[in-house]
C-alpha cells in the first residue's frame, strides 16, 4: 500500500483517538464504588501507606474477637491471619500499584478516570498494532479498532475502575511485541514485562503465555528474554500474596475451585455465541473461520486461535460467565484475538469477490458491511445502558458527601454495596448487615446504647431490608438520588 494512504490510516486512527478520549472523559466515573471499584482504591492506598493489612473499624463494646468475622469487614477485603481487627484486601495489586503514582500526581479523585483512559486508549490502538502484525492492510486494521472501540462491554468497563481493560491492553501489547521479536529480538523483553503486568492486573492472563510463545520465533534466547521480562512482575504478585495472605501462591480470592463446573459449558458457549456478536459485532462470528488458514498463514492463525481458545475454554466452567451480559468481561483479554480473527477472515473473503467482481460494486458492498458491522454493535450501548455507568458511580461520593456533613461523627453505619465506599470516603464505624443475626443485633444494641451510638443505614433500592436486620423504629434521615439514609431510634418499636 502507498506510505501516503498509510499515513492517512494513522492520522484517522489519532482522530478516531481523539474523539473517543473525548467521549470518555465526558462520560467516565472511575471512582470507588461497589466491591471491585472500592477494593482496588482501597487497596492503592494502602500500598501508598507501605501496608497491606489494615484495622477494621469496631465498637467498643463488641471487639471484632467477639463478633461475626465480617461484621466490620467492608467488601474487597477478607480478615487477615494477623488475627481478630485486621483485614486484608481481596483484588489482585496490578490495578492498585498503577493508581499510586498517578494518584500522587494527579490526586486520588482523578487518578481512576486517568489510568482507565489512557488504558482503554491503548487498548484500541494495539488492536490496529495486531492487526497490521497479522498481516492486515491499515484499513482494516482501523476498522478491527473501531469494532473495538464501538463495543458496549468494552465502552462499559473503560468508564468504571475495573481492571478488565487494563488487563486487555497489556495482554495485547504483549502480544504485539512478541510478534515484534522475530525481527528484534529485544522485544521479546518487552513482551515478558507486558505478560507479566497483564498478570500481575489479572492472574488469569496466564493464558496469554501461550498465543506470546507461538508469536516469537523459535528461540532459546527469545524465551530467556521474555522470562526475565515477565519475572519482575510474577515476583512482586508472590511477594504480595506471601504478605498478605501468607503464601506465595496464594490469593485473596482464596479457593475458587468450587466455581468451575464441567456442566456449566454448553450453557456458557451458547451464551457466548449469542451475546459475543452483539458485545462485539458480527463479525466475530467468523472468527471460528480462522483455523481454516493455518496452512497459508499457520503462524497468524496458531496465535489467534489459541488466545480466542484458551480464555474461552478456561471461562466457560465459571459459574458466573453467562450470569449477565457484562459478565463477559472476564473474557474482554480475548476480544483483539477474536476480533481481528473475524476482520482476518472477512478481508480474505473481500479479496476473493474483488478478484471476480468489478472494483465499485464490491467497494460499495465492503463500505456496507463494515458500517452495518460497527453500528450493529454500536446500537446495542442505549439498550444495555452501558453509556451511563460512570455517572451512576459518582453517586457513592455523594452519598458520603451527605453522610459527613449531615450525621454525627461517632455514628455507626448498616451498609452491604456501599460499605467499601464507606471505607474510603468516611472515618464511620460501620457494619455489614448480612452478617446481623438476631443474637448480634442484640448486642450491637447493647453496645451502642451504651457509648450512646446514633445508628444509620445506608440502602440502595434493592436492599431495603438492611433495616429489618436491628430492631427499632427506623425513619428516613435523606435521600441521594435512589440511595436511602434511614435513621434508627433504638428505643423505639420496630418498624412494620
Sequence with gaps: ???????????????????????????????????????????????????????ERVIAGLPAADAPPFLYVPLGFKPSLRGPGMMV????????????????????????????LLHSLAGVALIFALGRACGLPPPWSLFASLVLAASPLYLFTSLQALSDVPATAWATAAVVAAWRSRERPGWAFAAGACAGV???????NFLIAAPVLLAMAPSVRRWILAAAGALP????????????YGGYLLSGYGAIGQEFHAGLVPGTLKYCAWWLPILFSPVVILAPAVVALLPSRTRVAAVLAAWSAAYIAFYAPYRWTHEN????????????????SGVLVLHLCFERIRRSFTPPWTHALLGFLLIAAVAAEASWIRPLDAWSIGRGEQKYGRVAKWLNANIPPNSVLIVSQYSGAAYYYT????????????????????????????????????????????????????TVDDIIIFRCDLAGKSAP
Design 198 to 204: 497483564a498478570f500481575l492486573v489479572r492472574p488469569n
Design 89 to 116: 484486601p481481596t483484588y489482585p495489586p496490578g490495578l492498585p500499584l498503577m493508581l499510586v503514582p498517578v494518584a500522587r500526581i494527579a490526586g486520588w479523585r482523578h487518578a481512576g478516570d486517568i489510568l482507565l
Design 325 to 340: 451480559w457484562w459478565f463477559l468481561r472476564f473474557l474482554l483479554p480475548a476480544a483483539p484475538a477474536l476480533i481481528v
Design 427 to 478: 472515618n464511620f464505624t460501620f457494619l455489614r448487615g448480612g452478617e446481623i443475626d438476631p443474637a448480634t443485633a442484640k448486642r450491637l444494641r447493647a453496645a451502642l446504647e451504651a457509648d450512646q451510638q446514633p445508628l444509620y443505614a445506608v440502602a440502595f433500592p434493592s436492599e431495603r431490608d438492611l433495616i429489618q436486620r436491628m430492631p427499632g423504629k427506623w425513619m428516613i434521615a435523606g
Design 1 to 55: 500500500m502507498p506510505t501516503t494512504n498509510i499515513s492517512r490510516t494513522r492520522i484517522g486512527l489519532l482522530a478516531a483517538l481523539v474523539a473517543y478520549g473525548a467521549v470518555l472523559l465526558a462520560l467516565i466515573g472511575a471512582v470507588p464504588t461497589g466491591s471491585d471499584n472500592s477494593g482496588y482504591f482501597n487497596e492503592a492506598r494502602l500500598f501508598a501507606r507501605h501496608e497491606i493489612h489494615a484495622h
Design 233 to 244: 512482575g510474577v515476583a512482586a504478585w508472590m511477594a504480595i500474596n506471601r504478605a498478605a
